[in-house]
């Protein structure tokens, strides 16, 4: 309990800026106010400022607009809660969980552009699998760039010196500078085996999404990984840019097409006021949003729960205070 009570309270805080950008101001318009055309433009307004998106706020909009034709909303408040419902209502029973492999190693992909948190992500999945008492083996893909092989090294070397003794170890494999990545990742897969390790998690390049090259080669650093390991990758994680908004559903398309994502992690969401991109990636796609990056620290990446983010996002001053 104590644990589910820490995630709720990391979400929360983490969507503090978002709240302030939508449900504070929906409160304030809506208290003591009769339910008109004019206030639901105003909600209409605010769902698109926190980047709800252009589909997802027709379709709440349109819900309210119905409840209040049918009097079953007449004043502002009731259509707070009415909003709230219709949000949790967009996201079906799913199986959010990481796919792992019957037998070990699990193989998980990691994608995304330049600066969408995607390295750090890496080094959070990597906490949260070694937390669960699983080895883990980081593959720098990213070849090109010598930062983010050094980023995955001190995060490895951390990680393994923080859990201590008798915890399970997080590896690194990594190959030359300017190296082929798909070589990297047979290589990871690779150690892996021979190691007896419980789980391959495969760093790539911030692929910029409008250069098909660069996605053929992700392309192939997913086939090179399942001709080293049959059913891999077991999971293709896309993280995506809170921050970036509107500009994530295209990341979500194009990624998609090329190497199947299974999954989304939304990073930077605690540096943000457009938290509301979730929404509108749910209307757009169905790939399930897995996690969500709250912070900075290895702790900060919490499984995503639908119930759990809408009353995050809406939650008064109070309950932050109660957390």
Known sequence: MALIKGVLSKVRSGLRRTRQALAAPLRSVLSGRTLDEALIREIEAALIQADVGVAATRRLVGSIREARSSGALTRGEDALEHLKAELKAMWPSADRALRLADTPPTVILVAGINGSGKTTTTAKLAAMLQAQGKSVLLGACDTFRAGAVKQLEVWAHRLTERAGAGAPAVHLVRGAEGGDPAAVAFDACDAAVSRGVDVVILDTAGRLHTQDPLMRQLAKIRDVAA?????????????????????????????????????????????????????????????????????????DLAPFDPDAFVEALFATDDADRAA
């Open 227 to 299: 001709k080293r390991i049959p059913g891999a990758p077991h999971e293709v994680l896309l993280v995506l840019d809170a921050t970036s908004g509107q500009n994530a559903l295209r990341q979500a398309a194009v990624f998609t097409d090329a190497i199947d994502v299974t999954g989304i992690i939304l990073a930077k969401l605690d540096g943000t006021a457009r938290g509301g991109s979730v929404v509108a990636i749910r209307q757009a796609t169905d790939i399930p949003v897995k996690f969500i990056g709250v912070g900075e620290t290895p702790e």
